[in-house]
């Protein structure tokens, strides 16, 4: 066990120490995904702009909300969803879209992580290009309470990681599990916080649980709280953010001491 973990740690600082190789990757993915596109990266804030206008106008008003507190509350909360949908959907191919390279060039498997993190974030990143406008339309308050979104947004990218390391070694050997993992992050969707405020399940105390034990909604709130309120998010989140990350850490040593040899085995 300890050769194993050895290995794996030497794996790991050797894919890191080739950054310029998951950079290069993960960047040329992100550009080969709007490869011949007239509008480029813009379908991104596109895809945003007429997701956000066209259901933003009518849950606000469904829902009894100030459109000009709704619309960067959903704009920013939908940003962070698809970033961990897309973390745990599309980094569980990282190794089965890297087949091809995995079995020519001899490199740690983790390059390919590393190049889906890198694809991933880049995608997240300019999408909140598309938040920075929203929140300039509707004059979102602008603070040194801000920057309280700083670490937040550095532990939603660890678990991000930590989803793609986890996804990508279990669906490399079973096929199944970004089906599964798509369909489950469908139904968390409806019930996380993100097109209705947290407040509305709270106010019941029959549902107040499905906020306060939803991991999902906790990693969105430690960077959607302080973009919106100019102030650092609640305790309980960033304890259950720092839980999550902890449990996903652990999942993640398990999954690699399991599956990591057999990873060319499987594809």
Same mark, same amino acid.
């Given at each position: 066990?300890?050769?194993?973990?050895?290995?794996?740690?030497?794996?790991?600082?050797?894919?890191?120490?080739?950054?310029?190789?998951?950079?290069?990757?993960?960047?040329?993915?992100?550009?080969?995904?709007?490869?011949?596109?007239?509008?480029?990266?813009?379908? *991104?804030?596109?895809?945003?702009?007429?997701?956000?206008?066209?259901?933003?106008?009518?849950?606000?008003?469904?829902?009894?909300?100030?459109?000009?507190?709704?619309?960067?509350?959903?704009?920013?909360?939908? *940003?962070?969803?698809?970033?961990?949908?897309?973390?745990?959907?599309?980094?569980?191919?990282?190794?089965?879209?890297?087949?091809?390279?995995?079995?020519?060039?001899?490199?740690?498997?983790?390059?390919?992580?590393?190049?889906?993190?890198?694809?991933?974030?880049?995608?997240?990143? *300019?999408?909140?290009?598309?938040?920075?406008?929203?929140?300039?339309?509707?004059?979102?308050?602008?603070?040194?309470?801000?920057?309280?979104?700083?670490?937040?947004?550095?532990?939603?990218?660890?678990?991000?990681?930590?989803?793609?390391?986890?996804?990508?070694?279990?669906?490399?050997?079973?096929?199944?599990?970004?089906?599964?993992?798509?369909?489950?992050?469908?139904?968390?969707?409806?019930?996380?916080?993100? *097109?209705?405020?947290?407040?509305?399940?709270?106010?019941?105390?029959?549902?107040?649980?499905?906020?306060?034990?939803?991991?999902?909604?906790?990693?969105?709130?430690?960077?959607?709280?302080?973009?919106?309120?100019?102030?650092?998010?609640?305790?309980?989140?960033?304890?259950?953010?720092?839980?999550?990350?902890?449990?996903?850490?652990?999942?993640?040593?398990?999954?690699?001491?399991?599956?990591?040899?057999?990873?060319?085995?499987?594809?």
């Amino acid at each position: 066990m300890k050769a194993e973990t050895a290995r794996t740690i030497r794996d790991v600082v050797k894919a890191l120490g080739l950054w310029h190789i998951w950079v290069r990757l993960g960047l040329q993915d992100v550009r080969l995904k709007f490869r011949r596109s007239a509008v480029g990266v813009g379908w *991104i804030f596109v895809n945003l702009a007429v997701l956000v206008s066209s259901i933003g106008f009518i849950y606000a008003n469904l829902l009894g909300q100030d459109t000009r507190e709704f619309i960067p509350y959903l704009t920013i909360g939908m *940003i962070l969803w698809a970033y961990l949908t897309s973390s745990i959907v599309e980094g569980g191919n990282a190794f089965v879209h890297s087949e091809g390279y995995i079995r020519q060039i001899s490199l740690p498997i983790y390059v390919y992580v590393l190049r889906y993190f890198v694809s991933i974030s880049a995608t997240a990143l *300019i999408s909140m290009v598309a938040y920075v406008a929203v929140a300039l339309l509707y004059s979102v308050p602008l603070g040194a309470g801000t920057f309280y979104a700083v670490p937040g947004m550095l532990m939603v990218m660890t678990a991000s990681l930590l989803f793609i390391t986890i996804f990508a070694h279990l669906n490399a050997r079973y096929r199944d599990i970004a089906h599964l993992a798509s369909v489950g992050m469908q139904v968390l969707f409806y019930v996380t916080p993100v *097109i209705f405020p947290a407040r509305l399940l709270r106010q019941r105390t029959d549902l107040a649980y499905v906020v306060d034990l939803n991991p999902m909604y906790h990693l969105i709130e430690v960077v959607r709280r302080p973009l919106l309120a100019n102030g650092p998010a609640e305790l309980q989140s960033y304890v259950a953010t720092a839980l999550v990350l902890v449990l996903l850490t652990a999942a993640a040593a398990i999954v690699i001491a399991l599956n990591q040899r057999r990873i060319v085995y499987a594809l």
